[in-house]
């Protein structure tokens, strides 16, 4: 194929520059109308994984591109960038557009004195720091609501705790002057929509200048002491741990500080929103009643064994995972082996720094031969535990934090 562009943003290629027409193993002669960030559905599945070192992860959908994390690909302590899932609204800035050098990002609106800094900047002007930070997708467990909500089918693999290294946004913010007049902020990215209508954006959101201010938010520029991913916002973006992802807005090039709550892209109506009150499933709730979602909630994984497992009856085996609180810590973690009947108490290790995941584990040993499950479930430094099934339905699908199981199978 002549004249073939290669670029990330089209995914005009695998990880090692194999183009789709090699990996087909035929031409592809109107490859010219391939919509950017569209895959030909014979490599779909493939492509979209391995192409950007994501190997393993399951594609939820490839326009965009938006992939999970099985659980037991989770059970490393601090996340590989490898297996961090990837949720994007957008198409990714071209490869070719992205600059390291000349990249900036602008901070305007409610302050004293607005700026315009390069990444270099940002690493002269600023102390350098890196935090172990929880990142969860807000719909993450969504295919479990019934009635169903649309959107991408979370199971629970939209999660990861890395290392980001970069600055603190409160320092950034207090170097520009945040007037008294900032309530709120309003993030904005290089990606682009999915019509290509320069005039629209995918995603646009913010939070509260308090939340702002935690200095525990990073403007991140590195990964496990990596440069981040394409798709997870190389070369800089948003790090905002407790809160949903989207407010950790990726391809970094703009924060304002607002005198209202932000109405960008995703910020009104019904996204990222759930009813102020208990509904019915399938209820319609005005949007008048819909309420923006703050801290995550308690959840755990079960990362070893993983689902399906076989062992002997009478030997014991380690349960493990993670446990995590939005902007709560975890104070337990307990796991059953009996449908939830009986309880006992994983031993749980305090987090690396605020707003890391938390580890933890146990012994187990199934009576006799059969099919069993282990159910894992943490309790929040406020006394809140997850639940056994979905929680409050809610239009989107937001927020389920339902206990995490994993079938064993005890063999003779």
Not at 286 to 308: A, C, F, N, R, W
Request: hydrophobic content about 40%; glycine content about 8%.
């Amino acid at each position: 194929m002549t004249g073939m562009k290669t670029s990330r943003r089209a995914l005009l290629k695998t990880a090692s520059g194999v183009s789709f027409a090699a990996a087909l193993g035929a031409p592809i002669p109107f490859v010219r109308f391939l919509a950017p960030g569209l895959t030909p559905v014979a490599l779909a599945q493939a492509i979209n994984a391995s192409a950007l070192n994501k190997d393993g992860l399951t594609v939820l959908n490839d326009r965009p591109i938006n992939m999970e994390t099985p659980p037991h690909l989770l059970d490393d302590n601090i996340t590989p960038a490898t297996r961090l899932f990837v949720r994007n609204n957008g198409l990714p800035p071209a490869e070719e557009a992205v600059s390291v050098e000349d990249w900036r990002l602008v901070i305007d609106g409610e302050v004293e004195t607005p700026l315009d800094l390069t990444i270099a900047d940002l690493k002269a002007r600023f102390e350098t720091v890196t935090f172990q930070l929880q990142l969860e997708c807000g719909g993450n467990g969504r295919k479990f609501f019934k009635l169903g909500a649309s959107g991408n089918q979370w199971t629970f693999g939209a999660v990861g705790c890395p290392q980001w290294t970069g600055v603190r946004l409160n320092d950034v913010l207090n170097a520009a002057g945040v007037k008294p007049s900032a309530i709120y902020t309003a993030h904005y990215g290089a990606d682009t929509h999915l019509s290509g209508d320069p005039e629209k954006r995918p995603l646009s959101r913010g939070v509260p200048v308090a939340k702002a201010m935690d200095p525990h938010n990073l403007i991140a520029w590195a990964i496990n002491d990596e440069p981040m991913p394409a798709l997870n916002g190389h070369p800089l973006r948003l790090i905002i741990p407790g809160w949903p992802g989207s407010c950790s807005q990726k391809w970094l090039t703009r924060i304002s500080l607002l005198d209202q709550v932000h109405d960008g892209a995703k910020m009104t109506g019904k996204s990222y929103r759930v009813p102020a009150y208990p509904v019915a499933p399938g209820t319609s709730v005005p949007d008048e009643d819909m309420e923006i979602i703050h801290s995550m909630p308690v959840k755990s994984l079960i990362t070893h064994p993983q689902t399906g497992v076989k062992v002997r009856p009478g030997d014991a085996f380690e349960v493990r995972g993670h446990a995590w609180a939005g902007d709560l810590d975890v104070a337990a973690v307990d796991v059953s082996i009996d449908f939830g009947a009986t309880w006992l108490p994983a031993d749980l290790a305090p987090p690396a720094n605020k707003f890391a995941w938390q580890h933890w584990r146990i012994g187990v040993t199934l009576p006799e031969a059969g099919y069993f499950e282990v159910w894992a479930r943490a309790r929040d430094s406020q006394g809140r535990s997850q639940p056994a099934t979905t929680p409050g339905w809610n239009p989107k699908g937001y927020l389920n934090n339902m206990q995490h199981r994993v079938a064993v199978f005890a063999v003779l």
